[in-house]
């Protein structure tokens, strides 16, 4: 009865509707969700973005919302396009074929996030969160001393990673589609 009235009334709310702000970021109709399964998903999404506005990212200079990841978009997922991939590794901190399958900690000193990662994965990482911000290594760290907290963007990052880990309860599968990438698009601080 309830979902009945709902359609009967979507003409008249169209303008009024305190959600009409969905339409855009996805680009799409009331109908897309109202009526459908996609209801439960926006309903998800909707207690998302409030965890994330409340909790990680309390704050924040710009609250994300459904455009911070949408983007027009119906589904919010996205991958670094190739032309922002960059591939470069300084020599300098080139692992032997015996370090790179240690635990991180063992072999970098000062992990406090990612410790338990293989030694030879630190470097994708790593490059997936220069590429997916837009910034160069230095953006985060002091040329040269890796290990130093001199940067505020170093702690920062590791928060941003501890928000991406709570992300999975708002989405059906086991891990998340989201990571940097799906809110920075290549941008220090997300452009919406
Ligand atoms: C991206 C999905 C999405 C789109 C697009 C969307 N809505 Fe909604 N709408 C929702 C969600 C989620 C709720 C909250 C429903 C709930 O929690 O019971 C809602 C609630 C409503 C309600 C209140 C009814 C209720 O059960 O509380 C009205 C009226 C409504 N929408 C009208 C519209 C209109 C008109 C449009 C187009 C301008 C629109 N919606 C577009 C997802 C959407
Ligand atoms: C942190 C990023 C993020 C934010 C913010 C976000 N979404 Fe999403 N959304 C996603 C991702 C990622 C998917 C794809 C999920 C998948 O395919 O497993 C998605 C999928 C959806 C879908 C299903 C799309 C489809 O047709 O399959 C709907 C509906 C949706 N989002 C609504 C919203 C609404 C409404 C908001 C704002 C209240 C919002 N989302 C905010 C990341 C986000
Ligand atoms: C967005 C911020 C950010 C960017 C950009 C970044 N890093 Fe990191 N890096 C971190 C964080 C955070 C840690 C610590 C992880 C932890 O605590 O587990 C780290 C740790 C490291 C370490 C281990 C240091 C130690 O001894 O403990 C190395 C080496 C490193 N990064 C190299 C790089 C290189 C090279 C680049 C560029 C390709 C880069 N990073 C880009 C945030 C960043
Ligand atoms: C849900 C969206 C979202 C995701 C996912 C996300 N970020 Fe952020 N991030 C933000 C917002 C919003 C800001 C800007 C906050 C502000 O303006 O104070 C920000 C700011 C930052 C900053 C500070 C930038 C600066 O120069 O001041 C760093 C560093 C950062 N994010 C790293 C990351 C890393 C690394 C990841 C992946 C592990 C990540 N972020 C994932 C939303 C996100």
Redesign the pocket.
Known sequence: M?RVL?AA??PL??QT?P??D??KP?G???A???DTP??ET??KM?RMVEHLNQNHLQGAAAPVSCMTCHRGKESGKSTIPPEMTKSDWPETLKLTPEQETKPAREVYSNMKSLGGMQAGRVSRVMQMFRNSLGVNCDHCHVEGDYASEAKPQKNRARKMLSMVSSTPQFFDGKGTPVFCFTCHRGSAKPQF
Do not use: Q
Request: hydrophobic share 50%; proline share 0%.
């Open positions: 309830r709902i009334a979507l709310f169209a509707a959600h009409a969905f339409n996805l799409v109709e009331c897309h969700c109202h996609k209801l926006a309903r909707t």
